[in-house]
């Protein structure tokens, strides 16, 4: 099955960038799409096809998808960025959606 | 705006049956794909199934095949999750989502419900 691998954790000062991969086989030939989940919270769609951002979403978030590697940009980090952020694709030679591990993004 | 609520969630034994709800709203349901995801307490995210619009079009992940059954009913703005012979490690909060077109393919999930939760149990 496809696997989407991300660093456990990510910290970050405030006002510095975090970056967040997403590792897959040629993933830059699929679309990338990213949500942040803050405790006890639902998901938030903040990307999606790699580089667009919903509406509401500030530009801060962004997204980039190349070779092997997708990444979540996130620029002047604020305290209230701190959350799990997770990569989703869909696999179409096996029909299903698939989540990244996931990503702690702790704001020192 | 767009409003999704799930309902169904419980205690229940393994090998039982339970029948999750996600009533919309704000939308025209019947022109959108929908999906059920789900998350362990203290997991990460694991799609579970999509619909598309029409209901015609189903896709399931493998840890659910032959055990759940998504299906929706366009007329009473609702998605369900039908889930049989559940398991121990079906325990999760199950969240439905709304898919951007009328397919279950190539989507993002965008707005989610908040979420309920199923804990199997003996």
């Known amino acids: 099955s496809y696997v989407l691998t991300q660093p456990p954790s990510v910290s970050v000062a405030p006002g510095q960038t975090a970056r967040i991969t997403c590792g897959g086989n040629n993933i830059g030939s699929k679309s990338v799409h990213w949500y942040q989940q803050k405790p006890g919270q639902a998901p938030v769609l903040v990307v999606y096809?790699?580089?667009d951002r919903p509406s509401g979403i500030p530009e801060r978030f962004s997204g980039s998808n190349s070779g092997n590697t997708a990444t979540l940009t996130i620029s002047r980090v604020e305290a209230g960025d701190e959350a799990d952020y997770y990569c989703?694709?869909?696999?179409?030679?096996?029909?299903?959606?698939?989540f990244g591990t996931g990503t702690k993004v702790t704001v020192l | 705006q767009v409003q999704l609520v799930e309902s169904g969630g419980g205690v229940v034994q393994p090998g039982r049956s339970l029948r999750l709800s996600c009533a919309a709203s704000g939308f025209t349901f019947s022109s959108f794909g929908m999906h059920w995801v789900r998350q362990a307490p203290g997991k990460g995210l694991e799609w579970v199934a999509v619909?598309?619009?029409?209901?015609?079009?189903?896709y399931y992940a493998d840890s659910v095949k032959g055990r759940f059954t998504i299906s929706r009913d366009n007329s009473k703005n609702t998605l369900y999750l039908q889930m049989n012979s559940l398991r121990a490690e079906d325990t999760a909060v199950y969240f439905c989502?709304?898919?951007?077109?009328?397919?279950?393919?190539?989507?993002?999930?965008?707005?989610w419900g908040q979420g309920t939760l199923v804990t199997v149990s003996s």
């Open positions: 619909i598309s619009y029409d209901g015609i079009m189903k």
């Open positions: 989703q694709v869909w696999d179409s030679s096996r029909d299903l959606h698939v």
């Open positions: 989502a709304k898919a951007p077109h009328s397919s279950g393919e190539h989507n993002w999930f965008d707005p």
């Open positions: 096809d790699d580089s």
